[in-house]
């Protein structure tokens, strides 16, 4: 497993550190083998030991008890919810283009909408 990251240049990007200290990232966290544990872990981590504000992209329903197995409330994490979920079973292309409402389109459009610099999906080994 490796994870993918998606990193925006754009020149608003520029001066956010010193606007606002917290860093947000947006990870999918529906897009990995063994989703959402992994990628729900590895969020509060960085959030604990790194200061970072984490948007947890995917169905609500399946992250939030997994969140709450390790989150301390006080977190800075948000569930953004994404009710489509691209599966193994997809055909990559046709699934990206077609599930425009699923975790790893929500977290680009939270890029797109300037809410993150950053997004990040685990890379499904196949």
Not at 3 to 21: D, I
Request: proline residues 10%.
């Amino acid at each position: 497993m490796g994870f993918g990251l998606g990193v925006c240049s754009r020149p608003w990007f520029a001066g956010v550190a010193e606007e606002n200290p917290m860093i947000t990232i947006a990870v999918d966290a529906m897009g990995g083998d063994h989703a959402p544990r992994p990628e729900v872990e590895g969020s509060v981590r960085a959030a604990e030991e790194h200061g970072v504000r984490v948007l947890l992209v995917g169905q609500p329903q399946v992250i939030r008890p997994v969140l709450a197995s390790f989150a301390k409330p006080a977190l800075p994490i948000e569930v953004v919810p994404a009710s489509e979920v691209i599966t193994m079973e997809d055909h990559p292309a046709q699934a990206f283009r077609r599930k425009k409402d699923s975790s790893v389109h929500v977290a680009a459009r939270l890029v797109k909408e300037r809410r993150t610099p950053w997004s990040v999906r685990e890379t499904p080994a196949r």
